[in-house]
């Protein structure tokens, strides 16, 4: 493992934060982005302001959908791990 600079958070953002943010810069309406994937649109306003979980399952269906890693949503602010030069 010591050729891997582990991850760091760089802002504070929520999980349906990210996810309002990731369907805004794709200019979906949440109804849009409910027929897109199917998960109802009061499922998703119900995400974006953190009232449920989101859960595996929902983050790879929506990351479909915003096309983006799953990762992107589920760890929002985070750096991935970056191999480093030996």
């Known amino acids: 493992m010591k050729d891997f600079k582990p991850a760091k958070r760089h802002i504070s ?12 810069l794709q200019e979906f309406s949440q109804t ?5 994937c199917g998960i109802p649109q009061s499922t998703i306003s ?6 449920v979980r989101l ?3 929902r983050a790879k269906t929506l990351a479909r959908a915003l096309r983006c890693h ?3 949503i589920l760890f929002p602010g985070w750096d991935v791990l970056v191999e480093t030069a030996a």
């Open 13 to 24: 953002v929520s999980i349906g934060e990210s996810v309002r943010i990731l369907r805004e």
């Open 70 to 72: 799953p990762a992107v």
């Open 46 to 51: 119900a995400i974006e302001n953190d009232r």
């Open 32 to 36: 849009e982005l409910a027929d897109v």
């Open 55 to 57: 859960g595996v399952e």
